[in-house]
């Protein structure tokens, strides 16, 4: 069974950076694609960046294009999420997701909360 476990949120100023860590465990990491999503308060969670299996693809959504880049090491089974230009509107837990079994993200980890301050 993959288990997925974010790391390194924390709160920082706007305009400032942080780097998202997701160790993953379990499963074939390999061949997973793997998505960064959020979910700010009282909003639904929405996508925020993906990288395919053989991370020769990215996407991002419009909003934090230029400011984050996804990648992924998978002899270390971990993605990241650098994240910089920060501003408050990323206040939200971001969660790390996997592509296992089906082609919908199906497996998740529990969150990390980033805070953006004005």
């Known amino acids: 069974q993959v288990q997925l476990v974010e790391s390194g949120g924390g709160l920082v100023q706007a305009g400032g950076s942080l780097r998202l860590s997701c160790a993953a465990s379990g499963g074939t990491f390999s061949r997973y694609t793997m998505g960064w999503f959020r979910q700010a308060p009282g909003k639904e969670r929405e996508f925020v960046a993906a990288i395919s299996w053989s991370g020769g693809s990215t996407y991002g959504r419009d909003s934090v294009k230029g400011r984050f880049t996804i990648s992924r090491d998978d002899a270390k089974k971990m993605v990241y999420l650098q994240m910089n230009s920060l501003k408050p509107e990323d206040t939200a837990v971001y969660y790390c997701?996997?592509?296992?079994?089906?082609?919908?993200?199906?497996?998740w980890g529990p969150g990390t909360q980033v805070t953006v301050s004005s």
């Open positions: 997701a996997a592509k296992v079994s089906s082609t919908q993200y199906d497996t």
